[in-house]
Structures are given as structure tokens and as C-alpha cells.
């Protein structure tokens, strides 16, 4: 008895020092997840008093007039339709170009460069390149499109000048996606007898989806919200010009128009108006996007 007394005290300890590990243990985990609450709070608060700020300031002064017509110093009115075309032209533009060269390139590295070296260096000049500031875009396309090549400021030189900012975005987006895929269906499908862009064109990309429309999505959010780039190289013009002529002459975009008259205009609420415009018009690219990819993937 006296010495089952003596060992029941010496593992006490033990089992105190566990239960206590214990207890600490618990106590931090839900310290831990008390704080990621609070931080996915914070930023959904943050998100929606930006929103609602917006619409606070911005809704009222939405009309039929502003949206439907032109400026006119002549009359006095104020329209942002031309700035609205000008964003739908550019989006139009430098998709066309940037989502081919994007997907082709990232379907190169990703299924057929051999080299890997090369591969990992044009990776790692495509991250460098998303995080080189748009004003310096902006200044190589108007030394390259408008000086060298000499384009007129318009659509296409900021075009062209987006297809530089946005094209490492869908080459990564769209590598990572491609990865994803089980290496099993690209064995599967070159076992039954297809071939490699078979395989490519019928197997990855349609299980790579999701990841190219995000990239794409990513992708116009920076074009609808670039301006620096384009106060260079797509110009100032607030008049409607048609999409042809429109590509080379000076075109404000909404971007573009916010600035004008929210710093050299002064006219605020007209801002918040045009920035509402352009929330609106975001949140429209990205449902349609996503209705888009749900179609490719049946």
C-alpha cells in the first residue's frame, strides 16, 4: 500500500502539468480563433462601409442625363457616356490581345517548355512585372506606342499599355489553374490515344476554368480601375468618338474622367457618381464572367 502511495504521488505532476498544457492550450486556440474573427469582421466592415459611403454620396447624383449624355462646356451639362464607352472599348481591347498571349503562354510553361530553366525564369519575370507600380507602364507605352511606334493617344496605345500590366496576372492565374489538374487525366487521355494538343485543348483547359476566368476577372478589375497608365497614353477626351476612331484619339475612361473632375474640376459628387458607375459596372464584368465559366464547364 505504501508503495502504491508513493508512486500515485510521483505521476500527480505528470498529469497535472498535462492537464494544465492542456487547459493553456485551449485557452490560445480560442484566443486565436476569436482573432481571425475579429480581422474577417473588420475587413467585411470595411467593405461594406466603402460600398455604402459610395452609394451614399454617388447614388443622388446618378441621373438619366449624366449617363446618357456628353459634356458640354458650351452648355454647361455634364454627361459621362463617352467615359463609359471608352472603359467598355478598352476592356474590349486589351482582353482580346492579353487573354490569348496570357492562356498560350502559361499552357507553354505548364505542358510543353522542356526547359526548366528558362521556364523559371520567365515565372519569375512575370511576378516581378505584378508588382512594378502603372505609372511606369504608363511611361514605357508612351515612349513605346506613342513615341517609337507613333500612335496617337487613344483605345489602342492604352490598350496596348494594359496588355503589358495585365498579362503576367492571367499567365500566373492561369499556370497555377493548369497545375491543378490531376497529372491521372492527362495520362488517360494520351493512353487512349490522344494527342498532345488534343489532350491539352479537351482535358486541362476545360478543368482549368475556374482558375483562367478568375485571372480574367482579376484582369478587367485592373482595367477598369487603372488611370495612371492611361492618363499617358490614353488621353483626356470626354466626347463620343466611336469605336474606330475612338483608337486613336484621345478617350477619357471612367478612371480617367474621375480624376478630371474630382481634382482639376472640383466637382465631388460627380466623383462619388462616376465611382458608383464603376462599381456597378465591375460587379456586372464579374457576374458574367462567372456565368460565362459555368457554361464553358458543361
Not at 438619366?64 to 472603359?87: D, H, M, Q, R
Not at 471612367?254 to 460627380?270: C, D, K, M, P, W
Amino acid at each position: 500500500m505504501r508503495a502504491v502511495s508513493e508512486c500515485a504521488i510521483v505521476r500527480n505532476p505528470g498529469r497535472e502539468a498535462a492537464a494544465g498544457f492542456a487547459v493553456r492550450r485551449r485557452i490560445w486556440n480560442q484566443t486565436v480563433k476569436a482573432l481571425l474573427h475579429l480581422a474577417a469582421l473588420l475587413t467585411v466592415a470595411l467593405l461594406i462601409f466603402l460600398i455604402g459611403y459610395i452609394f451614399y454620396r454617388g447614388i443622388p447624383y446618378l441621373t438619366w442625363e449624366l449617363l446618357s449624355t456628353e459634356s458640354s462646356y458650351v452648355a454647361g451639362t455634364i454627361g459621362i457616356l463617352p467615359n463609359i464607352l471608352n472603359t467598355v472599348y478598352m476592356i474590349i481591347v486589351a482582353m482580346v490581345v492579353a487573354l490569348p498571349l496570357g492562356v498560350g503562354a502559361a499552357i507553354y510553361l505548364t505542358e510543353y517548355a522542356a526547359n526548366q530553366k528558362v521556364a523559371s525564369v520567365i515565372e519569375f519575370a512575370a511576378e516581378t512585372l505584378t508588382g512594378i507600380p502603372s505609372i511606369i507602364f504608363g511611361l514605357v507605352g508612351m515612349l513605346v506606342f506613342t513615341q517609337l511606334i507613333g500612335l496617337k493617344q487613344g483605345i489602342l496605345a492604352g490598350g496596348l499599355t494594359l496588355v503589358m500590366m495585365i498579362l503576367p496576372t492571367i499567365v500566373r492565374t492561369t499556370q497555377e489553374s493548369l497545375k491543378t489538374v490531376p497529372q491521372a487525366y492527362r495520362e488517360g487521355a494520351l493512353a487512349l490515344g490522344s494527342g498532345k494538343w488534343h489532350m491539352v485543348r479537351t482535358v486541362v483547359l476545360p478543368n482549368a476554368i475556374d482558375g483562367i476566368v478568375t485571372g480574367c476577372i482579376l484582369a478587367v478589375g485592373r482595367i477598369v480601375g487603372e488611370s495612371a497608365a492611361l492618363l499617358f497614353t490614353a488621353g483626356f477626351g470626354l466626347k463620343i468618338n466611336g469605336f474606330v476612331r475612338s483608337l486613336q484619339t484621345s478617350s477619357a475612361t471612367l478612371t480617367v474622367a474621375l480624376y478630371i473632375y474630382a481634382s482639376e474640376q472640383g466637382q465631388i459628387n460627380i466623383a462619388f457618381a462616376i465611382a458608383v458607375v464603376l462599381m456597378v459596372l465591375t460587379l456586372v464584368v464579374n457576374f458574367a464572367a462567372g456565368l460565362a465559366a459555368k457554361k464553358l464547364k458543361k
